[in-house]
């Protein structure tokens, strides 16, 4: 039994010449304890960095308030900051003073660190009448292209060429102006409806999106633009309408709080046969999630408006499938494979939403799940354990799926790639550790 050695994240190396990187930084999971007690949700990622992008349509100051602490969000914060908007962050709030736009040319270096930063393209343009947005590159999920968002632009009236790898977007005539027009999008693209949807509160007259995007953090993004003045109509259906203005005044405005976080934790609740409380979440917001639970055995109960409690009773077999969002999110996929590999029966996931999101079904194999990947299907037969092994995260949720597997594993998981996670999840590790979880992040001379 390894003795629980104090962190120390400067160990020295082995190498003196070579500080250590973050990515010699590892998670070490020691399994099967239960958890108990309550864990509190952070603001949700996906809503924030939407957000973040948005407060670039404001003409005056904005204050963001419940914004999660992630590397993503410091990235976002870098990206908006070389623009010229100046930024003032506490733990509490991070203030926007967008008064003194200067630039409309978004760095590569920093763009290319964080794929959310293209959101920026669609309030550029409506801000300044023109943006340089260099193309996010793919990610380990797909290839994640951007051609919705080019589309609905230009449907705007912008003028887009991609040279160099850089979308140059400009809205010719005397305003610079964009203009409403009905935009229909050939898939419900989170980001697309998000880009367009804030292009269009500063355009000439209406604009409609048929086929949008229903997440609720489309809405969020929706309920900020409108706490500026923004004129918004059909969020959270597949059809939004938006009355274009001239200006948009300062705001204080709350994320809400992360469903995917929330789902996460109510996946370890079910994989460890623990029950703990959850808050404070939006329930309508994790539906499928805990009807996809509730049919495995582990019961969800409504302590309060905004906060669950989690009921295991067993672990069963059962599908899901993932899709637009009311239908189970993508982003769940892999922490939901992760309990079903302990599910007794045949369990199918079918991945409907990116292409290639299936690398953890590799790294759970080697804890002993038993997996058969077909395509964007795989197909899980219930094993009695799993068993802790050194693995590799691939992308932000197959980190959480490889965490869950290690709490309820026998033995220890060494998870290697902890900076996945860190891009989004707010002290992860520390929210586990609360509740009663075995969990440290150690240097990989310390693991050893
Ligand atoms: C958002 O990504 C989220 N990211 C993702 O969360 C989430 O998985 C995804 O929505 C789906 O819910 C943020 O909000 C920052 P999409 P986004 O556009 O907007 C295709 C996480 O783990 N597509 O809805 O990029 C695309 O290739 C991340 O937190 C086009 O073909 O997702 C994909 O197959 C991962 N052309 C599908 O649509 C386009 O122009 C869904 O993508 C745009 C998208």
Known sequence: MVEDRPINTSAPVSTPTEAPEKSATVLKITGGHSLSGEVRISGAKNSALAIMAGTLLCSDECRLTNIPDLADIKRMSDVIRALGVGITASPQAIDFDTRHLSTSEAPYELV???????????????????????????????????????????????????????????????????????????????????????????????????????????????????????????????????????????????IIPDRIEAGTFLVAGAITQSAFSIFPVVPDHLLPVIAKLEETGTKVIAESPDRLRLQPQGLRATDIETLPYPGFPTDMQAQFMALLTLCEGSSVVTETVFENRMHHVAELSRMGAAIKLKGNNAIINGVPFLSGAPVMATDLRASAALVLAGLAAEGTTIMHGIHHMDRGYDDLEGKFKALGAKIERLTTVEAE
Do not use: W
């Open 112 to 254: 290319s660190k964080l794929r959310a930063s293209f959101f920026i393209i669609g309030p550029l343009l409506a801000r300044m009448g023109e943006a340089q947005v260099p193309l996010p590159g793919g990610c380990a999920i797909g290839a994640r292209p951007v051609d919705l968002h080019v589309r609905g632009l230009r449907a705007m009236g912008a003028e887009v060429m991609i040279e160099h790898g850089v979308v140059h977007a400009t809205v010719r005539g005397s305003r610079r102006k964009l203009q409403g027009a009905k935009i229909y999008l050939d898939y419900p693209s989170v980001g697309a409806t998000e880009t367009l949807m804030m292009a269009a509160t500063l355009a000439e007259g209406q604009t409609i999106i048929e086929n949008a995007a229903q997440e609720p953090e489309v809405v969020d993004l929706a309920n900020f633009c409108r706490s500026m003045g923004a004129t918004i109509m059909g969020d959270g259906s597949n059809k939004i309408i938006i009355q274009g203005c001239d200006r948009l005044h300062s705001t204080d405005y709350p």
